[in-house]
């Protein structure tokens, strides 16, 4: 994850991702495992404060930024 919008949109993608379909198949696994979880993610990528949850809304995920 380069961006916490990829949460929302894990089909979006970056010159960073060296293969773009298996990089929004991790955008969509990973959230997945842990949406709803309590589990704090630290994405080195993200403005601060990094540190955020990741939730599910609709059909899609929210990252939500913890101070």
């Known amino acids: 994850m380069h961006h916490a919008l ?4 894990p089909s ?3 010159i960073f991702d060296w ?4 990089a929004e198949k991790s955008r969509r696994t990973f959230p ?7 589990i704090f993610v630290l994405p080195i990528y993200c403005p601060n404060p990094a540190a955020g949850l990741v939730e599910v809304k609709g059909d899609a995920f929210e990252y ?3 101070r």
Do not use: P
């Open 12 to 14: 979006w993608f970056t």
């Open 32 to 38: 997945g495992d842990i949406a709803g979880t309590g």
């Open 19 to 22: 293969d773009a379909k298996e």
């Open 6 to 9: 990829q949460c929302r949109e």
């Open 64 to 66: 939500k930024f913890v």
